[in-house]
């Protein structure tokens, strides 16, 4: 609706231009082929984004949690181990959201090439919770070293060290009798 209203505007200011005297005719008919020409990748690409973020809206909202529970937690780490630096707060917290950013895309065209069915789906699920998982894991690891490794409980942790080593999703959701503790949840 907002790319279709911003859409309308810049045709009625075309109009009002095309509609004076001053300038010419083919000046008024270059400046409006400029806007046309300028506007056009702008307003697919912000569509694009808006039909990506009405199906990922939830991803995106997760990763920004995560984002900023991990520079929370960064920072209460780093205090309590006296290792705190504004600098290096600001550094890395902005070369992180850069670098999920990057992947995230780069990944995700990768997933578009592969097309819409169950192997784009797997990718699209691998994608994001490698997405997600980055700050979060970042967050729990430090979190996991603040309580002395008491919580969260080790089974999950090395489940995120094994995700992150071996990429194998089923074994980080995996719910089969492997005495790591997660059958005896309840």
Known sequence: MKHLKLHLLKIFYSA????TDKPSFIEKVQYWAKVLLA?????????????WYDS?????????IALLINMGVGLWYHLKMKT???KEFFSRNILMFVNVLLV????????????????????????????????????????????QKKFPPAFIMD????????????????????????????
């Open 104 to 147: 995230y895309v780069l990944l995700d065209m990768l997933r578009i090439t592969a097309g819409d069915n169950i192997i784009g789906e797997t990718f699209k699920v691998l994608i994001q919770v490698t997405t997600l998982l980055w700050p979060a894991s970042k967050a729990l690891k430090n979190i996991y070293i603040l309580n």
């Open 39 to 51: 506007s056009a990748p702008v307003v697919a690409v912000l569509e694009r984004l808006g039909f």
């Open 159 to 186: 489940r995120l060290y094994n995700f992150e080593k071996n990429g194998n999703i089923k074994d980080l959701f995996n719910d089969k009798n492997d005495n790591d503790g997660l059958n005896n949840v309840g």
């Open 84 to 86: 705190f630096s504004w």
């Open 16 to 19: 009002i231009l095309l509609s």
């Open 56 to 64: 990922n809206s939830q991803f995106f909202r997760f990763v920004l």
